[in-house]
């Protein structure tokens, strides 16, 4: 086992935080001296002076104040994303990625509708892994990703404007499961794809399982293209990449290749996937794949000849059944994998997989930790945090003791935390990244049974606040929070690394800007074209006369400049609310069909003439 | 002034409350002598012993514990109505009423989408006013009702199981704004007509304004059923029933008949109409209407001949320009009517309408509170709180002071909390009913502009939490909650008034429940009937092989009898998932048009095991 010296000379070096500014640094503080205080919790040999306990973890957030930390969660099979401030636990905003939704106007406008409909046209998603962009394994604030399971595909939200401006379908994958970034500076995506079908699913090899295929597919964060895809054995869900920009780690099950329960659960062990990046990338420059769907497929089954010479393109290794989730600690050193049907997780020695020819040889540390663990978080102070699903519980363990204790026999197990119940993913501040900041954790659960006021048969799951930073005094369960169905993991970012715009910059999009002297209407072949402005309280036209049958695009801009003052063209019985934030312009299109008046108005209640914010759109009968 | 022992008298006699149990109870404890203490506080009489500050008002609840209530917030343009706990402020759950939602399964099961489909087939709607159904002037937990301004409709939510159970498109009306029910019993659901258009709008006198009409619609609140609807002149907005089962109130805009915001201006006055039921009602059964649209449409424009005689239908008060909201005090004696853009509220004498010729002697105060006031709450303790749209604050004021003071010229106004920023509607808790419970208010502000991370142009709104139960420490600001556009108006009802079921009682659908033993694929003509179980961790078929081009049909029933154990149906590339309660059954019909390999799966996070349910849907090519 480590000493306790180099974890405190470790503490120390690795950030000097004793003298900063408010909340989250006094807790910062507090954690760092935990640190060194929760090795005493584990040996009694250091004294705890200087301790901040438990108790005193603010999680308040007094009216006026902000967050420290934007959380962003999936929202499963809603399909969308939601921002969290952390400790508050608020929901902040709603971002819809894979289906439409009417307050934003997405999939409303002709922009956002027609993203929606080149990625498929699905009107929904199933949303589990969001991920933010990292520059130098830390976030820059650029972009979050997230998958979609039920279509294969993966959305970028742009965190200029906290909203979904690219979806890619990802070929040759029909359940993306895992999300996550090629790290230390988002040179990929990766899409992990779930289920096994035939490749490609037109009907052929229906019935013959051996033949299907999955693939976890790269993709460039700039252009959402799709630069190249690797085949393989088994199912694949979660993943994570390394840090140091060569492995991408993949668990999976069905290494059976069964298309049953019964035959997906025959083998003892599956494998955590390693995919030794540059080497695949040296495969596709040197044309060794074969295109799919339109990308270079490059074979990564354990048969291919890609795997059998000195540096195979993915490694197996074998663990205990239907690993769930892997993440990578702070510090680059370890992949972690969670047993799921096993207690125990497996530590994966990412320097030694590189110099092993048995990957299996990697696996330093078996850790026994409980009944279902999943998912594995950090706190920067060489403690992991696992989820137990079974158990409904947390677990604190000693990163370096569970290696030692293959060894030892030692016990690395630090603390377990009752959660409320059936935690799936959990996710620490800045865990993801080489420097979490050890302060907030939070677990998302699954069932939440009698915790909140009885809603009826469809309760909400449960997001648990829990203060990590004070070894010493333990974990502490801070806040409940109900949660719509249905988060399935999260990404936590310090509030100062987000700088989201308060006002669109029309540079930033294509629509024509309709300023007060651009209004507009061009009429031509059953088509019109409405150019109008939007201000307080009214829209550039009173009144706006079409022909029965007329194709009608309205451009409309948001004219204003103060932040908040958004305004919408809301038009009845014609399904249309396009929103228009300051400075925004969007255009909507289509049939006016049936004769009458409609009272076009602003849906945004944006000032005491609001109600009176309303202009006519006469549809004339065609006779 | 009513004197001082009349009002602790009042306090006594209407609960007598000083021995209960934990939060809600102590806390409305201290609101009752808060009531004797706040007239200490304009009147420097009474001691305040016995006084509960509002620094020890408790809006913390511990991790576990529950909520004193349920608040239902309309979600705006979204289309949806959130439930909050109060005092917590955390979201409970949403439930989508007039656009699809996907996790929920809403708008994608046959049931619901055809729902949808008969309402009018709109993808979205404008829910501003939720309204819970009242017995005997309180709450009795069936059903909440909520307004669709977009496209004229009135949705019902059922408390069972707080889902969306019946929408009527409601004939005659373009924008149904107001929703309101008749009290003391529920007897209607009120849809009130904003947009004043032709009738019918199929493109007659287009631009004929004169000609256009708006309606109020009585709406049984058992069937869904409009009844009746009652012509009026001008626009409407909001309105409130009395308490005695006779008056209804609606304050509406543009008595002027404009079309143009400076048309819809230029007059000084508005009307607060009041429509006296039992008279609408001998007028119907008389059979002195004209059938349009399918109901019976009574005239209540002021030429109206039913408007000529002893007892007028319909009497339109003189008010102030553009009132906006109308809400009467709980013990039924005055409706009260904010004047928007004048700094005065109407407050009208119902007792005296009834009882005078000209209805604008009814009004018996005008306060003059801010600029801006929009909405009014009540404490039950004689108080009024209405929002200040322009000046972003809260006003405090005494109601009977108020009366008093247009003869005294009294300052009624009590207290002003400043709000963040331009609220719109406010409620307090029970504030519809004839016992407010005097503890909780909730401001909806419009903007919330600094007051959070910031997440981009499209900010969320601010619905802050304020204490309200103690008069003589006056109004504390207590929690900011962030919202996502637009909530516009709430109900509170105490906790133990909603008793919603854990489980699906099958009895309650029409769907076939499928048990084990009840599996079945039956094909016949190109169509597939499906029935088939769900259950941790399998569906009743694990293979379902179908043509291309076949009609297929699944009902699913989820078996599971333990609460929070939630299945789906999600079908990747058919944009299928249906939400299964315990015990609930749901069907879904779609089209088998492309032929492969499609793994159905199970979308909640039911067990250990929930990866591994799915079962292979194999569409086979048709040739």
Redesign the interface.
């Known amino acids: 086992m480590t000493t306790i010296e180099d974890h405190a000379t470790d503490v120390d070096d690795r950030d000097p935080l004793f003298a900063r500014i408010p909340r989250r640094d006094f807790m910062k503080a507090g954690a760092a001296v935990g640190a060194v205080g929760s090795l005493a919790g584990c040996t009694g040999l250091l004294s705890d002076d200087g301790q901040v306990s438990a108790a005193d973890a603010d999680a308040s957030v007094p ?2 104040e ?2 420290d930390y ?1 959380a962003f969660l999936s ?5 969308e994303i939601r ?1 969290y ?1 952390i400790p508050s636990m ?5 971002i819809p990625v894979f ?6 106007g997405y999939g ?1 406008d002709d922009r956002s509708s027609q993203m929606l409909e080149d990625a ?1 046209g ?3 998603g ?1 949303a589990h892994h969001p991920r933010v962009s990292q520059t130098d394994n830390d976030y820059d604030g650029r972009w979050a990703f997230v998958n979609d399971k ?3 595909r993966m959305a970028r939200i742009d ?5 979904t401006d690219a979806i890619v379908d990802v070929p040759n994958q ?2 993306t499961h895992g999300a996550c970034c090629m790290l230390p500076d988002t040179k990929y995506v990766f899409g992990v794809g ?2 096994r ?2 490749m490609p ?3 052929r090899d ?2 013959d399982p051996d033949s ?1 295929t999955s693939t976890i597919a790269a993709i460039d964060p700039e252009t959402m293209d799709v630069e190249w895809e690797v085949l393989v054995d088994g199912n694949m ?1 979660n993943g994570d990449g390394g840090k140091e920009g060569r492995w991408f780690f993949a668990t999976g ?1 069905n290494s059976e290749n069964g ?3 019964s035959e ?2 025959s083998s003892e062990t599956d494998w955590v996937k390693a995919f030794d990046v540059p080497a695949i990338e040296e495969a596709v420059e040197a044309g060794e794949y074969e295109e799919v769907g339109g990308v270079p497929l490059v074979d990564g089954t354990r048969d291919s000849s890609l795997n059998g010479g000195d540096r195979p393109i993915v490694r197996y290794i074998d663990v205990a059944k ?1 690993p ?1 989730g892997v993440s990578v600690t702070p510090d680059g050193q370890y992949a972690i994998a969670s047993g ?2 096993d207690p125990t997780c497996a530590v994966i020695d990412i320097e030694a997989l590189a110099e092993t020819d048995d990957p299996n040889e990697a696996i330093v540390g078996r850790p026994s930790l409980g009944m ?1 663990p999943l998912h594995t978080a950090y706190d920067g102070r060489g403690h992991a945090y696992t989820t137990l ?2 158990d409904s519980q947390v677990v604190k363990w000693d990163i370096e003791a569970a290696v030692e204790a293959e060894a030892e026999s030692e016990d690395p197990v630090v603390e377990k935390i009752d959660v ?1 119940y ?1 935690p ?1 993913h959990l996710i620490a501040a800045e865990s993801y990244t080489a420097d979490p900041q050890g302060d907030w954790l939070v677990a998302l659960n ?4 009698d ?10 799951e449960n997001d ?1 606040l829990i203060y990590i930073g004070d070894d010493d005094a333990g974990m502490e ?6 949660a ?3 988060p ?1 993991d999260a990404s936590i970012v310090s ?1 100062d690394k ?7 910059d029309p540079e930033d999009y294509d629509e024509e800007f309709v300023d007060h002297g651009d209004s507009d209407i061009v009429r031509e072949d059953g088509r019109v074209h409405v150019k109008m402005y939007s201000q307080r ?2 829209f550039g036209f ?2 706006v006369t079409v022909q ?1 049958g007329d194709e009608v695009t309205f451009t409309v801009t948001n004219i204003e400049t103060t ?4 305004h ?1 063209l ?1 038009i ?2 014609h ?1 249309v ?1 396009i ?1 228009l ?4 312009t969007r255009e909507v299109t289509f049939t006016a069909d ?6 076009m ?1 602003c ?4 000032s ?2 609001h ?4 202009s ?1 759109l ?4 065609a006779e």
Chains 1, 2 share one sequence.
């Open positions: 009216p006026g902000h967050d934007y929202g499963g099979h809603s399909g921002v401030g608020r929901q902040l905003i709603r289906g439409r939704e009417s307050a934003r409303y498929g699905y009107s929904w199933d039920a279509n294969g965190l200029k404007y906290f909203e029909q359940g779930e289920f079908v035939p699913n037109d009907g229906l019935d299907y869900d099950y298309v049953t329960e997906m659960s239907s769930h799921k049907l279902g699903f079974i409320h059936n799936g699954k069932l939440s049974k915790r909140f006021l009885n809603v009826g048969p469809m309760k909400p648990q369960l801070v806040k409940d929070t109900p719509y169905a249905e399935h509030a987000i700088q989201p715009a308060d006002i669109y309280n009214k009173q009144d029965e932040p908040d003052l958004l919408s809301a009845p019985e399904d609310n929103k934030a300051p400075q925004e049936e004769p009458g008046v409609y009272w108005y849906a945004f209640f944006c005491a003439l109600l009176e914010m309303r006519r006469l549809v004339e009968p």
